[in-house]
């Protein structure tokens, strides 16, 4: 697909169908941009009506122009854009771009219409971008196309920016320029009828003008593939990819069996696949351009160490809470760095971190601080605020930076905090390659971002684990099950089987139907015990008054059997009882949640987070979709808040993270191979201190066909 991109975005000729000198036209406006950009190929306007259109002679059709066409840009009505893809692929168009409206989009017809637009385009081997898109822009010195109807070509660059959504584009466009962000390409894909978001990634990797990806998302067509890729560009090509993808309403998420399937909300998946994939998520678009010019035009910083240098306290300190906020560590400088400090500034400034150079500061207390800052050892980059002052040499000031950052290979972000006054400033780093933010905190996220990726770069072992299991008993179990019905619930006594197939650390039990079985399952056991009402029909035990916790003796087992088999016919009187289990009493330890469910889009996910009764309300959990690496299952144990209890606090040892690990690398394998697996729980897990693994004290399983 890859070179068949190729064709739309670096055409040697290009047919406008639909191509008008009406003003305000779509047509009009496309032909315009491909002539005022440049364009470096041959441009036929097609319009059956007209002999020229700006002065270029016009054709009536495809097929009466006498050269070969490499790439067709269709602004015709819908219903007639297939025919206008065939008469292309019948005359050997390798690529087009559809701007035309009115498919998908609408609804009824405009299905019908999309779907025949696809057809078509297969038929004749056409790769096609859109419908209902802006169209796509090639800033490369070569091509210089702009073949949308956007209002002007952007400037030069090496960020490339892909959209779901037209007429974001545009928005796009007019803040990247107002502030002097340039692009490599400028991708409107709209209804990705065939050319989708991963086409183009596999597209932009290999792109030698794009060293950034920026990218709009309402979907994503394939989460397995996009992962693929992403994780291609990442960690092979070395792009970092931003992402903005709209939908974070919790309002698709679906009423469930389980707490992982209540918990994991439409964007689970999303937020999963982003991570899994280096790409940097965002949720604003100035933060997308925000981030994207930090890293197309600095480096990546070693570590979180970060310097601070200012010539106003407030928004020094500013800078700093929001450091502290997002991840970064103010560095602590070298006495040496502090003696060179304390020698090139006043005796009022601050030599410490923040560094305030003071209100009066000229160019050169700045140009001394910040190269004295750069070369020491203990900070991975810095970020330069200035505030407007009457005594303030603004451009001097901003002609130094540069300087001073020369040859030293960490990144520099400034603030220059303000819009008129600053501005010939401005231009000064934007002109130099070093992002300006309109206020310190733009620029601290920018560098956290920068941090986050650099970390995702170093670290783990990005290969998939794989244990030996006995998955032929599993399917026999899933088989039989399902045999008779879609769907089938299992109980903590039927899943535990399913989990010690795959090797878990399930706790010694015993199903009890008869009170008579107490003392053999006692001894057998031994006490301390749990007793746990099983049946399909009760998915929440606690909540039914069938759980009882520290029984001791063959006594208390009874009298739990009888309360256990009490409250659950009080709770729910049709329910089907299949027995008490009595269950070895877990050890202290802390609880977190693991579990799955089978996303609808996307396949298997696994879920990780602090456990028992008010796991939903808590909602501290991480999602990640299987199969997953090892380095996937450390970082999803991380990024939850319950990991500084499993460090140990307060004088509790630290918990064995090893055994989260192995037991969530487990269950990635376990719904990878068995798809029938719709949604599973061990609630709680209970996790010992380092090097005493842990134990599933409760599961749950819901199968279906």
């Known amino acids: 697909m890859s070179n068949q991109i190729d064709a739309i975005m670096n055409p040697k000729s290009i047919a406008v169908v639909g191509a008008s000198n009406r003003p305000g036209s779509v047509g009009l406006a496309v032909i315009s941009n491909l002539i005022k950009g440049g364009y470096q190929g041959v441009l036929y306007p097609v319009n059956p009506k007209t002999q020229s259109v700006q002065s270029i002679k016009s054709y009536p059709s495809l097929s009466d122009i006498p050269d070969q066409i490499d790439l067709a840009v269709i602004i015709v009505p819908a219903k007639v854009v297939s025919n206008v893809l065939e008469e292309a692929g019948k005359k050997g168009v390798k690529g087009a771009v559809v701007i035309t409206a009115g498919f998908k989009e609408v609804g009824g017809e405009g299905v019908e219409l999309e ?29 210089r196309m702009n073949a949308s109807f956007a209002t002007k070509m952007p400037l030069p660059g090496n960020i490339a920016f892909i959209s779901q959504s037209g007429a974001l584009c545009t928005s796009v466009l ?69 992402a903005l993808k709209s939908g974070r309403s919790a309002a698709g998420a679906r009423a469930a069996a389980s707490h992982t399937g209540s918990l994991a909300g439409s964007d689970s998946a999303y937020d999963a696949i982003f991570r899994q994939s280096g790409i940097q998520r965002v949720d604003r678009i100035d933060e997308l351009l925000d981030y994207g010019v930090a890293f197309a035009q600095q480096p990546l910083p070693e570590n979180n160490r970060i310097a601070i240098i200012t010539n106003a306290g407030g928004p020094g300190i500013m800078a700093t809470d929001a450091a502290i906020r997002t991840g970064l560590e103010i560095a602590e400088f070298s006495e040496a760095t ?11 400034a601050s030599i410490n971190n923040p560094v305030d150079v003071i209100g009066d500061a000229t160019h050169e207390r700045y140009e001394a601080s910040i190269r004295h800052i750069l070369l020491d050892e203990n900070v991975d980059g810095a970020i330069v605020i200035l505030t407007p002052q009457a005594m303030t040499d603004i451009v001097e000031t901003a002609q130094v930076v540069p300087r001073a950052a020369e040859l030293i290979n960490k990144p520099v972000l400034c603030s220059f905090m303000g819009i008129v006054d600053v501005s010939e400033g401005i231009k000064v780093l934007e002109k130099n390659g070093f992002p300006n933010y309109a206020f310190p905190e733009q620029a601290v996220r920018a560098m956290a971002s920068m941090v986050r990726y650099s970390d995702h770069m170093k670290y783990g072992d990005r290969d998939y684990v794989h ?23 299992l109980t903590q006594q039927e899943a535990n089987v399913i989990l010690k197939h795959y090797g878990f650390p399930v706790l010694p039990s015993k199903l009890i139907t008869d009170v008579k079985q107490i003392p053999d399952a006692g001894k057998e056991i031994g006490y301390p015990v749990v007793m746990k009402i099983m049946s399909p029909d009760i998915v929440h035990k606690f909540d039914a008054g069938g759980v009882i916790l520290k029984i001791h003796s063959d006594e208390e087992a009874r009298q739990a059997y009888e309360k256990i088999l009490e409250n659950a016919r009080a709770y729910k009187a049709d329910a089907k009882i299949e027995g008490v289990l009595m269950e070895k009493m877990a050890g202290k330890g802390i609880e977190v949640i693991l579990g799955a469910f089978k996303d609808p889009k996307f396949g298997p996910m696994v879920m990780f987070g602090l456990g028992g009764t008010f796991v939903e309300v808590m909602k501290d959990v991480s999602f990640r979709l299987a199969p997953m690496w090892k380095l996937s299952a450390e970082r999803m144990i991380k990024t939850t808040k319950s990991y500084k209890l499993l460090q140990g606090v307060r004088g509790n040892p630290p918990s064995d993270i090893e055994a989260i690990q192995d037991c969530i690398l487990r269950l ?21 201190p380092e090097g005493q693994g842990c134990s599933v004290a409760d599961s749950r399983i819901l199968l279906k066909k």
């Open 467 to 489: 244990y030996d299991v006995n998955e032929e008993a599993v399917r026999e179990i899933i088989r039989t099950k399902l045999k008779d019905r879609d769907s089938s619930y």
């Open 174 to 242: 007019d803040y990247a320029d107002g502030r002097h962000i340039g692009f490599s390409k400028f991708i409107s894909f709209g209804n990705k009828a065939d050319v989708n978001e991963i086409d183009l990634l596999n597209y932009l990797k290999d792109d030698p003008e794009t060293d950034v990806i920026l990218m709009y998302l309402e979907d994503i067509s394939d989460g397995h593939k996009f992962l693929e890729v992403a994780r291609d560009i990442a960690w092979n090509a070395r792009k970092p990819m931003i």
């Open 668 to 688: 990635s394998q376990l719904v990878t191979e068995h798809p029938e697996i719709a949604e599973l729980d061990m609630n709680p897990l209970i996790v010992y």
């Open 115 to 143: 779907n025949k637009l696809r057809e078509t385009a297969h038929e004749y081997g056409i790769s096609v971008i859109g419908p209902n898109c802006l169209g796509v822009i090639n800033n490369d010195a070569h091509i």
């Open 338 to 348: 502090k003696e060179k400090l304390k020698r090139d500034l006043p005796p009022t």
